[in-house]
């Protein structure tokens, strides 16, 4: 049983990684329902939070139904995170995660998430400042390290576990690589299998395919993993995953009546949480990945995207489930 504090994951869970402008209620709604074992909100600013902005303060929304989840943090002063921290455990999440793996310039460049593994002293303090500053437990994600030539996770994961913290998620990749090329786990490996480490160690990273994630289950020995991008669009995954892991079968892929049920059902929470324009314009960027590689799809995708319509945007998804079919499987 992996527990992070007292919250019980069961064995080798699955989360749901924090994204920009994607892990909102809806998203994380629909990943819940089809099987992710861990909720984290998007990163959210510590600078944001301390003066209030509304942008900021509304992705402190959390629902029962999402829990446990886990509200992320970053900013590049210790102080600010600090505060930050406190603001984000009275919204009562289950834990509070620092993020020190942002890759981005506008992040990275001013020294907050991954920036901040150029100075692992300061890492240090500010993961310190924040388990002092709050009762609930402290996790953090980040990466292997700023680039090729620095990295030293292990040494990270010791300091950070030494100061509090109560799971550590790495992606395995440097801030240098951004998303591009392959994610390594071997050092991942190497900080869950270091006999100084005692709490979780999950690994992030290129998992999209129930066969992979059982195989880096096997191959590298961690307490569970955290998916991202392969669940944009295919919140399926997390079940797929756990039943191959179960029985060894695949199941078989999501229906178009299922694709459109669940597309259908992510609209309806986006526009209860957004409002009706707002929620509109955000549900846009996931109509292609619902649809992923089906054929003649294109002129409804023009519809969802130019109309402001709720009842014609169900028309349209209520056509698609009618008019298009699945490619047979290969």
Known sequence: MVKIGEVELGEYPLLLAPMEDVSDPPFR????????????????????????????????????????????????????????????????????????????????????????????????????????????????????????????????????????????????RTRQQMYKGVADWNPIAEVKNHPDIHIPIFGNGDIDSPEKALEYKNTYGLDGAMIGRAAIGYPWIFNEIKHFMKTGEKLAPPTMEERVRTAKRHLELSLEWKGERQGILEMRRHYTNYFRGVANFKPYRMKLVESLDPNELFEVLEEVQASLSLPEPV
């Open 29 to 172: 709604a629909v990943c819940k329902e089809n099987g992710a074992d861990m909720m984290y909100t998007e990163f959210i600013s510590a600078e944001g939070l301390i003066r209030d902005a509304a942008k900021s303060r509304q992705k402190l929304d959390i629902y029962d139904e999402e829990r446990p989840i886990g509200i992320q943090i970053f900013g590049d002063k210790i102080e600010s995170m600090r505060e930050a921290a406190a603001i984000a455990e009275e919204a009562n999440p289950e834990l509070i995660d620092i993020n020190y793996g942002c890759p981005v310039k506008k992040v990275a460049g001013k020294g907050a998430g991954a920036g901040i593994l150029k100075d692992i002293p300061k890492m240090q303090r500010m993961t310190e400042e924040i388990v002092k500053q709050v009762q609930k437990p402290v996790t953090v994600k980040t990466r292997l390290g700023w680039d090729s030539t620095t990295i030293q996770i292990i040494e990270v994961a010791k300091r950070l576990q030494d100061v509090g913290i109560s799971a550590l998620t790495i992606h395995g």
